[in-house]
């Protein structure tokens, strides 16, 4: 298995400018994740997905949207890129334990850069 | 290289030495918890989890210890080495929320 992949490894935008940043999962996790990293801090979670078709936010979604049409993929898409969403962004996948407890796989990771 | 973590507390150790990491949790009522380890230009790696019913919880090489009254989280690594450079961090969760809340990570760095 390949786990999770992410693609671009790097990037830089404009501001104003789009983009998706594309996350993969071939273990057939029902949950996917999008994390963002800033420098010094933690990860926080932008947006989730429980199974195909259902996303929701997380704590930092303002800027970004999500889709989730099939179990593998959860795309993220940034509309009018702007200097505060420059971050090293993190997808992550798990799958539910019935409550006992669960382990998130992240993928390697997309530098983004909006100058 | 990965620029993640230019603030973060940093913890010095000898190598052979052991290693403690600690976190201070935020919610109370999570009973979940996990300490993941991030090397440069990577993902965070799972390293070793505690449900709340528990105070410790060994592996290779790893201890986390849980003290739920002062909610505080710890990780020990034994006879640390050069490869346990990284960023740690700890993260909770309520069980079944399937979403986890992150620490600001500490830099474990390895001396010779």
């Known amino acids: 298995n390949a786990g999770v992949t992410q693609t671009p490894k790097f990037r830089i935008l404009k501001i104003g400018q789009s983009m998706t940043l594309q996350c993969t999962q071939d273990?057939?996790?029902?949950?996917m994740y999008w994390y963002r990293q800033d420098p010094g801090m933690g990860l926080k979670l932008i947006y989730y997905?429980?199974?195909?078709?259902?996303?929701d936010k997380g704590e930092v979604p303002n800027g970004y949207n999500v889709s989730r049409s099939t179990t593998e993929d959860f795309p993220l898409r940034l509309e009018l890129a702007a200097p505060s969403q420059t971050s090293v962004y993190f997808c992550a996948s798990s799958y539910p334990t019935g409550g006992l407890g669960y382990e998130q796989y992240f993928g390697p990771g997309t530098r983004l850069t909006v100058t | 290289g990965e620029s993640v973590g230019l603030h973060l507390p940093t913890l010095s150790v000898q190598e052979g030495d052991n290693s403690i990491i600690n976190c201070a949790y935020s919610?109370?009522?999570?009973?979940?918890f996990i300490w993941y380890k991030q090397e440069s230009g990577k993902g965070p790696q799972f390293i070793i989890d505690i449900r709340s019913n528990m105070d410790k919880r060994q592996g290779q090489r790893v201890t986390v210890l849980l003290n739920k009254t002062v909610k505080h989280l710890s990780l020990q690594i034994a006879a640390t080495q050069p490869g346990d450079s990284a960023v740690y961090f700890c993260a909770e969760s309520l069980q079944g929320a399937q979403k986890l809340v992150f620490g600001q990570g500490t830099r474990l760095t390895i001396n010779p």
């Open positions: 919610n109370s009522a999570s009973d979940y």
């Open positions: 997905s429980v199974g195909a078709g259902i996303t």
């Open positions: 273990m057939n996790h029902n949950y």
